[in-house]
């Protein structure tokens, strides 16, 4: 199956909403005209009204970087798919490795908001990924394996091809080191295998399985020409306009 590349920029908690604005109309310049592989941008809550109005005119899409499993209601500080939906948002970063580990979100915490999400219209990009300490005692599959059938319990089949799965080794996050594009692709088949068991040989390979954890313009034309890598979540070098594009064009080139 053909899966077009998505690009997504995690900014994580960095830029106000101007600073926001002016990186997204950058990005907008410099690859908003294609729509060969898709770009999302993830910013905080605080800019996602501004981008909303500058990403509706091209081809840029709007991420969110969490949601409340619940519709609404009194949870005081936290955002609903509704309102992200209003705010044209279409995709929604769920269980990011930060999450778990600093706001000690677990797979059935995370089950809930995935299927919100997808019940809402909402795309969710479900980050998964084992600790370098879980990678040394030989229990990768056993952690992602746990991480995909948990966070995907009761995900319903007709909305299969709207999920999308982030492989982030928790030791590459924003460490500078990041997995050779052999462990990547090792990782990315055996999670696409277990996606065969839970829905089906062609749901699963319409299923987009991003890889994250310091990908960076120099070494992302390798991991993206791997055949189960269909895109990145990009952190720390989804910053700067330039070395954001540099990815979404290694991207363009291998289209
Ligand atoms: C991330 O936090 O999703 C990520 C991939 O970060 P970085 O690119 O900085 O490693």
Redesign the pocket.
Known sequence: MNRKNLIAG?W?MNKTASEAVDLVKEISSMVGGQSTVQVCVCPPFTSLAKVSELVEQNEIMLGAQNMSEKSAGAFTGEISAEMLRDLYVSFVILG?S?RRQLFGESNSTINAKVLTAVNNNLKPIY?IGETLEEREQGRILEIVGSQVREGLDSFPIRSVEHLVI?Y?PVW????GKTATNEMAQEVHSEIRNILVELFGQTPASSIRILY????KPENAAGLLAQPDVDGG?????SLTSRSFCGIVKSALELS
């Open positions: 995690n994580k990011h930060e980050c982030a982030e590459a996050i924003g460490t994250g954890g310091s990908m979540l990009i952190g720390g070098a």
